[in-house]
């Protein structure tokens, strides 16, 4: 499952960032991720979860944003979508393409931030025992 690698990296990515800006907490990471990319969208979120439980990111979301496939079409000289990627054809006048200008995307385009610190779990006292 390379979708663990690939959300440690992106918990990574984030924690640098939040050193850079001097600290704080990490509420939200957005991510491109295009439908060529490789990755399972549903398996990176369960893999980023797991893996946020005991890092400084934990409580952040993993937005995803899905980026669908664009080809360019010779024919009509645009980008256009395509119906399905088992057929690359422009769904204006059926050309067939292999340009793919958009879909193999997995960017992280944006992290918010709080400056307050990670928060602490909030507790009644406990008792000891012995």
């Not at 984030?14 to 491109?32: C, D, W």
Request: charged share 20%; with cysteine.
């Amino acid at each position: 499952m390379h979708e663990l690698s690939i959300a440690l990296s992106i918990i990574d990515l984030a924690a640098e960032e939040l050193q850079r800006q001097g600290g704080g907490r990490v509420e939200a990471i957005h991510l491109k991720l295009g439908a060529l990319s490789g990755v399972v969208k549903e398996a990176l979120l369960s893999a980023y979860e797991m893996a946020c439980e005991q890092s400084p990111l934990a409580g952040a979301r993993l937005l995803i944003q899905d980026v669908p496939v664009e080809v360019f079409c010779p024919s009509c000289n645009r980008e256009m979508q395509v119906e399905s990627i088992q057929e690359m054809r422009c769904r204006a006048c059926g050309t067939l393409s292999g340009q793919v200008v958009r879909g193999r995307e997995m960017e992280v385009v944006a992290m918010e931030i709080c400056d307050e610190p990670i928060r602490q779990p909030q507790g009644g006292p406990t008792a000891a025992i012995g």
